[in-house]
């Protein structure tokens, strides 16, 4: 079968929000699986992908102060997650075989594109780690949501891409928000199954590992429950990291790192789940990041951090509200509540991340999720259904 392969351009431009956003939205669709899959993004995406790839060594140079080449050596040094990847998830890395050689790029410039939190990990930086997520279980005639603002390094504004995956005999069609090159970086699938995540950089980490990325396409990919929350508590995770996972209207959060998995539940009466960037039920924390432990009493946590006041941000607004609707989803995802560390960030360009994109997946009997290119406050969210559900 040839690949459906389309191209979406929206421009936004509009008074109603902050400032004017001129970024567009590339959506591709690609069919099969494996390294045909793979082999059609990197043919579609080639120009795209040789562009961030330079975008990312120059950024890696600039704020590392060494040669990208030279850091990207030593990160391979420090760490072979290829084994993981191949054991767990086998087509995925596949996948990305397909998407260096439809790019012609070489492997491991493409598979660093796709350990995005792992090198995160190896560079030992919290500042651009900022991803605010949401979720909100099925009440009555409402239908649930899971939601985040997917905050990357500046050098990643203007490769927003959506990504559908047609249906295959064993897999569902999905829809998957990524940039060129990247596997996933979250996304949903035509039953109703969704994740979102947020970076938790302080709990401790293995190169031994499953990578989030193939985490979350592994996910994605899934329909049947109990093996999806089976798979997120069983499976080595390489980084530290938080998963608000959607199941057909029930939503889940689960804090992972090397050694365990915790489910967070705040237990409000909304069944909401909220999250930052700070471990809030895992104590598994690495040794230099001990003020970040769960188990210390407030007032030893470092708690004027960025995360912790955008979670208090997020827990304001939907914690204890008797019902979440859609509408308070985006204007939570599009608040500045706290001037200095917003929900919502602009792309200053101070090599400090931004809002690269926000998501909303609405689990109702027709699932579909809406996007903005950006941060959500400069444009409007944009509908994306299910080939079946058109």
């Known amino acids: 079968m040839k690949p459906l392969i389309i191209f979406l ?6 008074s109603l929000f902050s400032q004017p956003n001129s970024r567009s939205l590339q959506m591709v669709s690609f069919s099969g699986k494996g390294y045909d899959l793979g082999l059609q993004h990197g043919r579609t995406l080639k120009n795209e992908i040789a562009s961030i790839i330079t975008a990312w060594k120059k950024n890696t140079s600039a704020v590392l102060k060494k040669n990208a080449d030279e850091v990207l050596d030593d ?69 649930g949501f899971i939601s985040q603002n997917m905050d990357l390094e500046s050098y ?22 990524t940039h060129p090159g990247l ?31 193939f985490v979350i396409r592994h996910l994605i990919q899934s329909t049947d429950k109990e093996k999806i929350l089976d798979f997120i508590q069983t499976v080595p995770h390489a980084s530290g990291q938080n998963y608000i996972i959607g199941i057909r ?19 409000k009466a909304n069944g909401t789940v909220y999250h930052t960037n700070h471990p809030i039920a895992n104590d598994d924390v690495k040794d230099w990041f001990q003020e970040f432990n769960p188990k210390l009493p407030e007032q030893s946590r470092p708690t004027g951090n960025n995360s912790y006041a955008r979670f208090k941000a997020l827990e304001n607004r939907i914690a204890n509200a008797p019902e979440v609707t859609e509408m308070m989803v985006k204007n939570t995802l599009r608040s500045r509540d706290d001037q200095n560390n917003p929900v919502c960030r602009t792309n200053m360009q101070n090599g400090n991340g931004y809002t690269f994109a926000s998501i909303i997946m609405t689990m109702a009997d027709k699932p579909y999720i809406q996007v903005t290119s950006g941060p959500p406050d400069e444009s409007d969210y944009q509908r994306y259904d299910f080939t079946a559900n058109q």
């Open 249 to 267: 209207g029930e939503v889940f959060d689960f804090e992972a790192s090397a050694d365990q998995v915790v489910r967070f539940n705040p237990m």
């Open 9 to 14: 351009s929206v421009i936004f431009c509009t």
């Open 156 to 177: 990643t504004d203007g490769f927003q891409v959506m990504m559908r995956l047609q249906r295959t005999d064993d897999q569902p069609e999905q829809l998957i928000l």
């Open 183 to 213: 596997i996933g970086l979250n996304g949903m699938n035509e039953t109703g199954v969704g994740v979102c995540v947020n970076t938790i950089m302080q709990l401790k980490a293995t190169s031994h590992g499953l990578p989030v990325a």
């Open 75 to 143: 990160f391979y040094n420090y760490g072979n997650f290829e084994q993981a990847i191949q054991q767990w998830t086998p087509e995925l890395y596949d996948e990305v075989r397909g998407i260096a050689d439809g790019s012609g790029q070489s492997f491991n410039d493409v598979l660093v594109l796709n350990l995005l939190d792992e090198f995160w990990v190896y560079v030992n930086n919290l500042n651009n780690h900022h991803c605010s997520g949401v979720g909100v279980p099925a009440q009555g005639n409402q239908p």
